[in-house]
């Protein structure tokens, strides 16, 4: 008899989903589907609206990476004026960019996943959580919250604020960095580098009981996408497009994230709010592919700073080619927490990082912009249109979970169809189809355009469509 | 530097000196009318309160990392909106930590935090809570009238209670 399972909501991850099983007459499962149910809608009402709005309209989308909305909007809104920003501002935008990915990975590793990294998937639930955590391993935990909050930190004392901060304009930024402020960073560095040191050193030897994870955990080929700067290097503020198969070769390179258009197809499914971009070249579903921490070490031949590139040549050694299992974004996210704080530093060490010149001003001079940067979770662009008013007519957001949903939708099968047999649904079996989820750190609120609070329906329907089980967690 | 960095040095400062020290903490959405009561009323308090023994903070919601600023506290005191009660009416808890679990991603409850800064620092300050309840949580930045009613109230209320605590008011 067919079945199919639905989890619903699935939790730790942010915003709103539930998760479809179909299984055949054999109890093995067929086909799974990722169903973002929540729409934010921003690409619509931003319509009408001065472009000089967007970054702080833009970066509402979301209460976790708002810096990188604030930022990848306010370069499209830099190529509406055609300028070329101040150094000292590229600079600084770099350094709020790398403490977003700090505070995001550090919310994505510590407070969602470490509760399975460290308890185990078979844990109690009760006890698979932060506090758990905090319990087990208060060190663990107590550097989980002080990265965070350096990241946050950062990004306050350059923007104002933790949250939703104002400070990237089109043009720039609207303040200088102060002595003051650059040695206040400067000295929290020390801290967030032994923290971070420790905990890579505490998961290289954990990983190694998870094997299995590791084995079916959205472990497929597929193409990896991300900005590189330089040839070699993740270009997190800017760079351009590559685009690497699952053996490593680099499939298409030197793209303009501008012309984005003529590389990347969007198809939408019936089932989900979520969209699902594709490599044109190789047609839909065919041109899966992914983005964000695994992908960017896969597509970079080094980070660029002396302690992440020691651990680069040691993740790179996990496989020849690329490094397929997605189980490893979680030690890719890790390793990028390291880079991010080193160059920080570099950056603040910059003889130009206290120029005063911080903005530079235009009028209209394009009526379309285009803002690509790499987010915590993947490659984010950014496409506006305006009128000879500067009134947004059209946008089009591409969010680093849009660019995973298909290869996410293709971890859930491979997760399920090696773990659910039969008709017993365990809760180890649940959460393992949200842990392959959870290994993408989505941002359903992000990519949708709903007040996130994320939940997992997992149902079992037949092949009529009829529901035969149903394991729901709130 | 800005108000926040400024005040992370004075509670740095207080924390070496092993000062008494006050955090209060005020949440919700100040754009969601009654919503915003604690943020108000944070606001309120921050000019009356010595600023080296207290730190008053808003927020739209708590996390995790507060449990770090909670563990040099001696008195942590939380104000927020109801959505039940008789509207205008507030209320005082004295709270103890309690693990909540899956909640903690986004947003843990007071006591949540409390537990999450015991197993995490040890931290076991003073604690309580005031809430008011509100009536309207409609988009809008100003209060009903029970509410706006309610917010000198609660004030002075803390404001009593800062001062037994031996945590300095300055005004009042």
Same mark, same amino acid.
């Given at each position: 008899?067919?079945?199919?399972?639905?989890?619903?909501?699935?939790?730790?991850?942010?915003?709103?989903?539930?998760?479809?099983?179909?299984?055949?007459?054999?109890?093995?499962?067929?086909?799974?589907?990722?169903?973002?149910?929540?729409?934010?809608?921003?690409?619509?009402?931003?319509?009408?609206?001065?472009?000089?709005?967007?970054?702080? =309209?833009?970066?509402?989308?979301?209460?976790?990476?708002?810096?990188?909305?604030?930022?990848?909007?306010?370069?499209?809104?830099?190529?509406? =004026?055609?300028?070329?920003?101040?150094?000292?501002?590229?600079?600084?935008?770099?350094?709020?960019?790398?403490?977003?990915?700090?505070?995001?990975?550090?919310?994505?590793?510590?407070?969602? %996943?470490?509760?399975?990294?460290?308890?185990?998937?078979?844990?109690?639930? /009760?006890?698979?959580?932060?506090?758990?955590?905090?319990?087990?391993?208060?060190?663990?935990?107590?550097?989980?919250?002080?990265?965070?909050?350096?990241?946050?930190?950062?990004?306050?004392?350059?923007?104002?604020?933790?949250?939703?901060?104002?400070?990237?304009?089109?043009?720039?930024?609207?303040?200088?960095?102060?002595?003051?402020?650059?040695?206040?960073?400067?000295?929290?560095?020390?801290?967030?580098?032994?923290?971070?040191?420790?905990?890579?050193?505490?998961?290289?030897?954990?990983?190694?009981?998870?094997?299995?994870?590791?084995?079916?955990?959205?472990?497929?080929?597929?193409?990896?996408?991300?900005?590189?700067?330089?040839?070699?290097?993740?270009?997190?503020?800017?760079?351009?497009?590559?685009?690497?198969?699952?053996?490593?070769?680099?499939?298409?390179?030197?793209?303009?994230?501008?012309?984005?258009?003529?590389?990347?197809?969007?198809?939408?499914?019936?089932?989900?709010?979520?969209?699902?971009?594709?490599?044109?070249?190789?047609?839909?579903?065919?041109?899966?592919?992914?983005?964000?921490?695994?992908?960017?070490?896969?597509?970079?031949?080094?980070?660029?700073?002396?302690?992440?590139?020691?651990?680069?040549?040691?993740?790179?050694?996990?496989?020849?080619?690329?490094?397929?299992?997605?189980?490893?974004?979680?030690?890719?996210?890790?390793?990028?927490?390291?880079?991010?704080?080193?160059?920080?530093? @570099?950056?603040?060490?910059?003889?130009?990082?206290?120029?005063?010149?911080?903005?530079?001003?235009? %009028?209209?001079?394009?009526?379309?912009?285009?803002?690509?940067?790499?987010?915590?979770?993947?490659?984010?662009?950014?496409?506006?249109?305006?009128?000879?008013?500067?009134?947004?007519?059209?946008?089009?957001?591409?969010?680093?979970?849009?660019?995973?949903?298909?290869?996410? &939708?293709?971890?859930?099968?491979?997760?399920?169809?090696?773990?659910?047999?039969?008709?017993?649904?365990?809760?180890?079996?649940?959460?393992?189809?949200?842990?392959?989820?959870?290994?993408?750190?989505?941002?359903?609120?992000?990519?949708?355009? *709903?007040?996130?609070?994320?939940?997992?329906?997992?149902?079992?329907? &037949?092949?009529?469509?009829?529901?035969?089980?149903?394991?729901?967690?709130? | 530097?800005?108000?926040?960095?400024?005040?992370?040095?004075?509670?740095?400062?207080?924390?070496?000196?092993?000062?008494?020290? /006050? =955090?209060?903490?005020?949440?919700?959405?100040?754009?969601?009318?009654?919503?915003?009561?604690?943020?108000?009323?944070?606001?309120?308090?921050?000019?009356?309160?010595?600023?080296?023994?207290?730190?008053?903070?808003?927020?739209?919601?708590?996390?995790?990392?507060?449990?770090?600023?909670?563990?040099? *506290?001696?008195?942590?005191?939380?104000?927020?909106?109801?959505?039940?009660?008789?509207?205008?009416?507030?209320?005082?808890?004295?709270?103890? @930590?309690?693990? %909540?679990?899956?909640?903690?991603?986004?947003?843990?409850?007071?006591?949540?935090?409390?537990?999450?800064?015991?197993?995490?620092?040890?931290?076991?300050?003073?604690?309580?809570?005031?809430?008011?309840?509100?009536? %309207?949580?409609?988009?809008?930045?100003?209060?009903?009238?029970?509410?706006?009613?309610?917010?000198?109230?609660?004030?002075?209320?803390?404001?009593?209670?800062?001062?037994?605590?031996?945590?300095?008011?300055?005004?009042?």
């Amino acid at each position: 008899m067919t079945r199919t399972i639905i989890i619903d909501p699935v939790t730790r991850l942010e915003g709103h989903a539930r998760i479809t099983l179909q299984t055949n007459g054999e109890g093995e499962v067929d086909s799974a589907r990722f169903h973002v149910t929540q729409l934010r809608g921003f690409e619509k009402f931003c319509e009408g609206r001065p472009y000089y709005e967007m970054p702080m =309209l833009m970066s509402r989308i979301c209460g976790i990476c708002p810096v990188s909305h604030l930022i990848t909007s306010a370069k499209a809104c830099d190529a509406i =004026l055609a300028v070329r920003i101040p150094p000292t501002a590229a600079k600084l935008r770099r350094i709020l960019n790398l403490a977003q990915i700090i505070q995001s990975h550090a919310l994505s590793f510590f407070y969602l %996943s470490s509760p399975d990294l460290l308890l185990g998937m078979d844990a109690d639930p /009760a006890e698979r959580n932060l506090f758990g955590v905090a319990r087990a391993n208060p060190e663990l935990g107590r550097g989980g919250v002080r990265l965070r909050q350096f990241g946050q930190q950062v990004i306050e004392l350059l923007g104002g604020k933790r949250i939703h901060p104002g400070w990237v304009i089109p043009g720039g930024v609207n303040a200088p960095l102060s002595g003051q402020t650059r040695d206040r960073i400067l000295a929290m560095i020390p801290e967030a580098l032994s923290i971070t040191q420790k905990t890579l050193a505490w998961y290289k030897i954990r990983f190694e009981s998870f094997r299995e994870e590791i084995r079916t955990f959205a472990n497929f080929p597929s193409l990896f996408m991300g900005l590189v700067t330089g040839t070699e290097r993740p270009g997190y503020y800017d760079g351009k497009i590559r685009f690497m198969d699952a053996t490593g070769k680099i499939v298409a390179d030197n793209l303009d994230p501008a012309k984005y258009t003529e590389y990347i197809g969007e198809e939408v499914e019936p089932s989900t709010f979520l969209k699902s971009p594709y490599y044109k070249p190789l047609g839909y579903p065919k041109g899966i592919y992914r983005v964000g921490p695994l992908a960017r070490l896969n597509l970079s031949e080094r980070c660029g700073t002396p302690l992440a590139d020691q651990e680069w040549v040691e993740f790179r050694s996990l496989e020849r080619g690329a490094v397929l299992s997605s189980f490893h974004y979680h030690y890719a996210r890790l390793i990028e927490i390291l880079h991010s704080i080193e160059r920080i530093h @570099a950056l603040l060490d910059d003889s130009e990082i206290l120029g005063t010149h911080v903005r530079a001003t235009a %009028s209209i001079n394009s009526l379309e912009g285009i803002g690509a940067s790499e987010a915590p979770r993947g490659t984010l662009m950014h496409h506006y249109r305006v009128n000879e008013e500067g009134l947004i007519t059209w946008a089009n957001l591409i969010i680093a979970t849009g660019h995973n949903n298909l290869a996410m &939708n293709r971890g859930i099968l491979q997760v399920a169809r090696h773990y659910v047999h039969g008709d017993k649904l365990t809760d180890g079996i649940l959460n393992r189809v949200e842990a392959v989820i959870r290994a993408f750190d989505p941002c359903l609120s992000c990519s949708t355009h *709903a007040v996130g609070q994320m939940g997992i329906d997992l149902r079992l329907v &037949n092949p009529a469509g009829d529901l035969l089980d149903r394991a729901t967690r709130q | 530097m800005n108000g926040n960095g400024q005040r992370d040095l004075i509670r740095d400062a207080a924390a070496a000196a092993l000062l008494p020290r /006050a =955090l209060v903490i005020g949440y919700g959405n100040p754009l969601r009318s009654d919503d915003g009561i604690g943020w108000r009323v944070a606001q309120d308090l921050r000019g009356r309160v010595d600023a080296s023994r207290i730190e008053v903070m808003e927020c739209q919601q708590l996390t995790p990392e507060m449990a770090e600023q909670i563990r040099t *506290a001696g008195l942590v005191v939380f104000v927020d909106a109801a959505a039940q009660g008789a509207p205008g009416e507030w209320r005082h808890h004295r709270l103890r @930590a309690e693990d %909540s679990g899956n909640a903690l991603s986004h947003g843990p409850t007071p006591a949540a935090l409390l537990a999450l800064a015991a197993d995490l620092y040890g931290a076991a300050p003073e604690v309580h809570l005031f809430t008011v309840s509100g009536i %309207s949580f409609h988009y809008g930045e100003s209060f009903s009238p029970e509410v706006t009613q309610a917010l000198p109230r609660v004030v002075a209320e803390i404001e009593k209670l800062l001062r037994a605590s031996g945590c300095g008011i300055t005004a009042g």
